[in-house]
């Protein structure tokens, strides 16, 4: 899936998971908000989204952060445009190639808006 991509498989995985809990009633979304904010307060390493491509250094606190990134690129279109996103690079497009289709702006846009939002997150 992407060769390295770590953070958007990680990040899809965390955030299928959370979802199933609170549509199944099994944790309030207030909860997950209040873990993930926690997560990433205590993070010692603050490492950057797109260093998270190939790396996952446990102090970075890298599944919150994974997470809290594909919930935010899921957040205006939906569960659709990972789909697609999976798709294209299924069928061999290159990730970043098939990130900027699906998802509609390239990597590095989605990084920068990602770290001035986490930035605000965890004020």
């Not at 060769?3 to 965390?14: D, L, N, P, Q």
């Not at 190939?54 to 957040?75: C, E, G, I, T, W």
């Not at 789909?83 to 699906?102: I, K, M, N, P, S």
Request: proline letters at 3%.
């Amino acid at each position: 899936m992407g060769g390295s991509v770590r953070w958007i498989a990680e990040g899809m995985a965390e955030s299928f998971a959370y979802r199933s809990l609170i549509a199944d009633g099994v944790i309030p979304a207030a909860n997950l908000d209040t873990f993930t904010r926690r997560q990433l307060t205590t993070a010692t390493n603050q490492a950057t989204l797109q260093s998270l491509e190939s790396s996952f250094p446990a102090n970075a606190k890298p599944y919150a952060v994974s997470y809290l990134a594909v919930d935010r690129l899921l957040a205006p279109k939906g569960l659709a445009t990972i789909r697609d996103w999976c798709t294209r690079v299924g069928r061999g497009e290159e990730w970043h190639q098939a990130f900027a289709a699906a998802f509609g702006e390239t990597t590095n846009a989605f990084y920068a808006r990602f770290e001035a939002f986490r930035a605000d997150y965890v004020r």
